[in-house]
């Protein structure tokens, strides 16, 4: 595969999207920037100085498969197709399991999942026709282990996880590798809307959060070098997520402990106002 220039990445508008769409700017590539909010986003493209020779800010709603078709068809005008698709963008609202709302559940798999579906099936058209491509799917540590108090993100992120994987199996003999990235907690806005949810508690309970910067350099690094399937950051939680998903009877006595760690740090974060 040639050295990766030509992305496409959801999200752009906050979080990790915002922050690898501004790191793919600073390394000179050419960007589809796409959010659900494209006003946000044309204001962060204006403030950051995007150069319009080698961005472009356009509107995205995940869940229509029209609009990823006419994006990537956009891509094979403009640049002649797309090397990276990085799909970022979610959802997360915290509820217990008799709480969450019908459009809860709802959105929660219409844009964490069907958004990368839908995303991942238009890049892979695009890429099969060129020979070579790389899809990088965001998942989640919660795809990895469920969690209690965030049982729709968990339940959409472990579908993330299984269909990139598969997606993975069908596509590389046609050249395009997909990559899952399991991150834990990152300090962004889907962070700071779970603090004043204690049902959201075992988020918090990890010994510190992750920056955008660091899941954007493992990106931009070692999984477009490697292209390999499944990445977990950091690695030591990812393997404690995966005995925690071989041995799901041990949740009965870790998860009270990590539970009450995470309040606490919640209540502090509510002192502080700090994330």
């Known amino acids: ?18 922050h ?7 390394r000179g590539h ?26 472009r800010c356009e509107g995205l709603d995940v869940r ?9 068809a956009l891509a094979e005008e403009l640049w002649g197709g797309l090397d990276v698709v990085i799909n970022v963008a979610g959802i997360l609202q915290p509820a ?37 491509g790389h ?3 965001v998942a989640s540590l919660a795809s990895l282990a469920p969690i209690p108090g965030i049982a729709l993100y968990s339940a959409s992120k472990y579908a993330v996880r299984a269909y990139s994987l598969a997606a993975a199996e069908e596509l590389r003999p046609h050249g395009v590798a997909v990559t899952t990235i399991c991150p834990d907690a990152v300090r962004t806005p889907m962070l700071d809307r779970q603090i004043a949810h204690p049902e959201a508690a075992l988020t918090f309970s990890a010994p510190r959060f992750l920056t955008v910067e660091e899941v954007a350099r493992v990106i931009l690094g070692r999984v477009l070098r490697k292209r390999p399937l499944l990445v977990a950051i950091p690695r030591w939680r990812g393997w404690l997520a995966r005995v925690a998903d071989l041995f799901p009877s041990a949740s009965k006595s870790l998860t009270p402990i990590f539970t009450r760690r995470g309040r606490r740090r919640q209540e502090s974060l509510q002192r502080t106002g700090e994330s």
């Open 1 to 18: 595969m040639p050295t990766p220039d030509r992305f496409l990445v959801t999200g752009c508008g906050s979080g990790i999207g915002r």
């Open 20 to 26: 690898l769409a501004d790191e793919i700017v600073r």
């Open 30 to 55: 050419r960007l589809l920037a796409t959010d659900a909010a494209p006003e946000a986003l044309e204001r962060h493209a204006e403030a950051a100085a995007w150069p319009a020779d080698r961005v």
């Open 64 to 72: 229509d498969p029209a609009a990823w078709e006419r994006l990537t």
């Open 96 to 132: 217990a399991v008799v709480d969450a709302g019908d459009d809860d559940v709802h959105r929660h798999f219409d844009v964490n999942v069907k958004g990368v579906v839908f995303g991942t099936r238009a890049a892979a058209r695009s890429m099969i026709r060129q020979g070579f």
């Open 135 to 137: 899809v990088v799917n």
